[in-house]
């Protein structure tokens, strides 16, 4: 959507500023406020040191180890970094190899039947593991605008979602415009704030705030987690993203590949066993 009028929040005077981390090194704290009574705030303190001693011990220790340092290093890319993705196709590769093994010990069925059988259970699982995450990386562009919305829809029903006590009454209609030219956006504000406490009536040497470095955001996800910073959000966006792989695995592996797959399953299974049967015919000549 083209916008061509500047969001409210640069006329606001309440206006904070928050300094994004890189993006290879995001983290996100969730805050919690308004603890009512005092049962309320024990329960939450040992929520907060549960979650601490599962960072620590568990999340930690994981993303440190050499295995979690070379799968993410082998999996930087967008289309690669999507672990629903990942555990879909081990789970399937686990599932495929399990029947692919019975059906080859399976002395019921006759020799070429085992051997057909098992060629189109392992060309489902190749055909499908590639279509699932080529479809998913092709899908991932479109998905992100899909997400985008959604989000504008969830903040035009959420009022609080917004931060308007910060940012000031804006449109989530706007939140792409504000996405994309955030750091502009921050500065012009900025600058604002400065030439406020440059004029005569502010005394006291208060040191100017500091132009955020260029900063622009291609994932709603990121700005949420940097600026938004809501922890219902962050879950639902997340939950569209799964929603997404698990569709596109499970359209792919239960109805579009095994369709497409058991004609040339059964036309190899065919052509090796004419060729063994050839091949077997062959030495009994020259025997």
Excluded: C
Excluded at 230 to 239: A, H, M, P, V
């Amino acid at each position: 959507m083209l916008v061509t009028n500047q969001p409210q929040f640069l006329n606001n005077a309440n206006i904070k500023y928050y300094k994004t981390a890189p993006n290879t090194q995001r983290s996100y704290q969730p805050q919690f406020s308004g603890v009512s009574t005092k049962a309320s705030s024990v329960i939450a303190d040992k929520y907060d040191n549960f979650t601490e001693w599962i960072a620590n011990n568990y999340y930690k220790k994981l993303y440190n180890s050499k295995f979690a340092k070379s799968f993410i290093e082998h999996t930087k890319g967008k289309a690669w970094n999507n672990m629903t993705t990942h555990m879909s196709a081990l789970g399937s590769t686990l599932i495929s190899s399990m029947y692919i093994i019975r059906t080859l010990e399976n002395d019921k069925l006759d020799h070429e039947k085992r051997k057909t059988l098992a060629i189109n259970d392992l060309l489902t699982w190749g055909i499908s593991t590639a279509m699932a995450y080529l479809a998913d990386a092709k899908l991932g562009n479109w998905w992100d605008g899909v997400t985008t919305r959604f989000t504008a829809n969830y903040l035009l029903d959420n009022k609080k979602a917004k931060r308007v006590s910060t940012l000031g009454d804006w449109n989530p209609k706007d939140i792409r415009f504000m996405m994309e030219n955030w750091s502009d956006l921050v500065n012009a504000r900025i600058d604002k704030i400065n030439a406020k406490i440059k004029s005569p009536e502010y005394k006291g040497g208060r040191k100017l705030l500091e132009k955020v470095e260029k900063q622009a955001y291609t994932s709603v996800r990121d700005f949420n987690l940097d600026v938004l910073k809501n922890r219902k959000l962050t879950t639902l966006i997340d939950g569209m993203g799964v929603l997404k792989s698990l569709f596109v695995f499970g359209m792919i592996y239960r109805y579009v590949v095994p369709v497409l797959v058991m004609k040339p399953a059964n036309w190899i299974g065919q052509y090796i066993h004419n060729k063994k049967a050839a091949q077997n015919n062959e030495n009994a000549q020259k025997a």
